[in-house]
């Protein structure tokens, strides 16, 4: 140590200062040595293994096609503009809602028979409503688009199944096309 003369002060040396800092660094070395060494040996639990994939329609090797253009109703529904012209459940534990909560079906109801004509109806928070309905044998039977009118849609669906089970599916898609807020439901013809 080196006393200051001024105010009496003391100072650590250079060469003292550089051995506090290699005692610092060594005990640290050693201490990140003996954690490496004598810590419990933890194993990940493993992820378990997925053995059933859910059904997939037989035609495109289970893919979902591209969205249609979001500007062109290529599918076979007729638009309703939000108008409901038949009975809907007011049940809302038989409605079926995207994990979102911005897609809601309130009919058909999951695991109903559907023919059709039949309406398809909800409520949504965008400007419109993109629908894909598959059957078991063929793959997409009909697809296309229904407009939101304040906070409703509404649409008939014509199509012709091969299948005796399907899958409805509602979603929205953005301009480039990406999916979101869907909804699946599980029909029979």
Do not use: H
């Amino acid at each position: 140590m080196i006393k200051n003369r001024k105010n009496g002060t003391r100072k650590l040396s250079p060469k003292l200062l550089l051995i506090v800092v290699l005692v610092c660094l060594v005990a640290l070395a050693v201490s990140a040595f003996a954690y490496k060494r004598f810590r419990p040996n933890v194993t990940p639990t493993p992820t378990p293994t997925i053995t059933e994939l859910p059904a997939q329609p037989a035609a495109n090797d289970g893919e979902k096609e591209p969205t249609a253009n979001a500007d062109r109703n290529s599918g076979t529904a007729t638009d309703n503009q939000g108008q409901i012209s038949s009975p809907v459940t007011t049940d809302p534990n038989q409605w079926t809602r995207s994990a979102s909560g911005i897609v809601t079906v309130k009919s058909p109801a999951a695991g109903s028979t559907i023919k059709t004509g039949v309406e398809l109806v909800g409520t949504a928070q965008s400007g419109k409503v993109q629908y894909r309905l598959l059957d078991d044998q063929v793959g997409v039977i009909s697809k296309g688009f229904i407009n939101v009118v304040s906070g409703n849609f509404s649409g008939n669906l014509s199509f012709q199944s091969r299948g005796s089970s399907g899958r409805l599916d509602v979603f929205t898609a953005d301009d480039n096309g990406v999916e979101s807020n869907e909804v699946q439901i599980v029909v029979k013809f």
